[in-house]
């Protein structure tokens, strides 16, 4: 058996085969420029290898005939191994029984000797590549837990990451939060992170349209009214507040909400007590106040159509969303997240269509780019998916009448210098990454030495811009 090393950011390979002379070929044609190697020559030496949880084997070619445990012996203990790795069946038998046996038992995929060593390296490439994606999607599971289980919350961006950092600051607080931000961005799933992260996280969560309610109804669908308080009204029914109380209430599109409400709603939270319509006792409730608005309300309060001090009792603090076209490679990060969700993890982005996608200036926001998601999924034919497949409105680029910044010139419409030279720094690094992978047919190791960095800071590069070596490989 032989341990090898292991070199930081570099993937690890265990070649179980009982010949000597097989698991050399195997490495001459992987090459050790690229991977590093264990050694072993039958099953059970690759149970004691991979019984610990941080072995560090990131891939297993594992050969089925084999004195002493063979292959299947092997796949036949997989359950006891704490993390195994993907395993790539090696075998002289041609039979599907065998093939379909093997994947059954475990394995991730299978080779038939004699192969070609191309085959081989294809083979490893694309086993390697789906292990990093389902770790991946592990990754952004946890950060959808993170953020309250919202997948549409996910981000690595330092927009983001702010907004993420604000929410677990202000959550365990009971100030109102007011959310600012563009239609699309995700307003309410900041509401909801907001709730779930506190200690009203067991209470109920009420949500309340004000830009859907008639402004006649409005009073009665916050506070309630008495039976006879109005045509219509046969019995007691409860408000908004009252179904709420203990948890949090989300006002959302509060600037769309009437001048007279606004001042029922002021005193409701200055006494915390409402009047139901039709008079009567007022009732104590206990509620938390979470409001959004894509309007700017200082303007709002400016013209006489918001209350100022209805403003300063909501804005304790505020959050600011970003919208997706300051967000950089969270596009592609998202797009990845909602093709996972459509298309069943069965698809991959072509580079072009990653280029329309990082492209456009979605003023529909992270909305627009899930439904467009969605309709790609319907009109790909293959399993990759094509820049032909996304709506036209994405392929053509800035919609009309639209400023949408160069990500090589990286100025926008009110663009600030940090948001600008962030861009600017995003556009080159992928514009340089990209034509390096096309080049060296996705190899990122290869185009990591002609770039002149290290192989792991191109992978954590590649990470952040949402781009995947893999779509790069011509097969």
């Known amino acids: 058996m032989n341990s090898g090393h292991s070199t930081p950011g570099r993937p690890q390979i265990l070649v179980c085969d009982d010949e000597q002379v097989a698991r050399r070929a195997t490495v001459r044609a992987l090459g050790k420029a690229t991977y590093d190697f264990v050694e072993c020559d039958d099953g059970l030496a690759a149970v004691d290898i991979l019984s610990p949880r941080d072995h560090g084997i990131d891939l297993m070619l594992l050969d089925l005939h084999m004195p002493g445990m063979d292959g299947m012996g092997f796949l036949s203990r997989l359950d006891e191994l704490p993390a195994p ?21 475990g394995a991730s995929d299978y080779l038939c000797k004699p192969y070609a060593a191309d085959e081989l390296r294809i083979v490893v490439e694309k086993s390697l590549e789906t292990a990093r994606l389902q770790s991946e999607n592990r990754r952004l599971a946890a950060e959808v837990q993170r953020l309250g289980g919202s997948a549409e919350l996910l981000g690595e ?58 402004d006649t109804l409005v009073e009665s669908e ?38 007279p409400a606004q001042a029922k709603l002021l005193r409701a939270l200055q006494e915390g007590r409402i009047e139901p319509l039709g008079g009567g006792p007022s009732i104590s409730v206990d509620v938390r106040i979470v409001a959004a608005t894509h309007h700017d309300l200082n303007q709002m309060t400016r013209a006489g159509s918001f209350r100022e001090d209805l403003l300063f009792r909501l804005r304790v603090v505020d959050i600011e969303l970003p919208p997706l076209r300051d967000r950089g490679g969270d596009v592609l990060l998202l797009a990845r997240h909602f093709l996972e969700a459509a298309g069943g993890g069965a698809l991959t982005l072509s580079p072009e269509a990653e280029g329309a996608l990082y492209g456009h200036s979605w003023p529909g926001n992270v909305r627009e780019l899930a439904n467009a998601m969605e309709r790609a999924v319907i009109f790909c034919s293959s399993g990759v998916l094509q820049a032909s497949d996304l709506p036209a409105e994405v392929r053509r680029g800035p919609a009309h009448g639209q400023s949408d910044p160069d990500p090589l010139t ?27 992978l096309r080049r060296h047919n ?13 192989r792991q800071n191109m992978q954590q590069k590649l990470r952040r811009l949402g781009i995947s070596a893999a779509n790069f490989k011509q097969t």
């Open 442 to 454: 996705g190899n990122v190791s290869q185009a990591a030495r002609a770039l002149g960095l290290h």
């Open 85 to 105: 790795p993907p395993i790539v069946v090696v075998t002289a038998d041609t039979s599907m029984r065998t093939a379909i046996d093997a994947v059954r038992a």
């Open 222 to 259: 916050l506070f309630g009214h008495r039976r006879g308080a109005f045509t219509g009204a046969d019995r007691d029914r409860r408000g908004r507040f009252q179904e709420a109380d203990g948890g949090t209430l989300f006002l959302d599109e509060i600037g769309d909400m009437v001048l």
């Open 157 to 214: 961006s330092p927009a983001m990451q702010a907004v993420a950092d604000a929410i677990r600051k202000v959550a365990p607080t009971n100030a109102s939060v007011l959310i600012l931000g563009e239609s699309g961005t995700g307003k309410e799933l900041v509401a909801r992170a907001i709730h779930r992260q506190s200690e009203r996280a067991s209470g109920p969560f009420v949500t309340v349209n004000c830009a859907a309610i008639p």
């Open 410 to 436: 990286g100025f926008g419409d009110d663009e600030d210098f940090r948001t600008a030279k962030a861009r600017v720094i995003d556009g080159f690094e992928r514009a340089i990454l990209t034509a390096a």
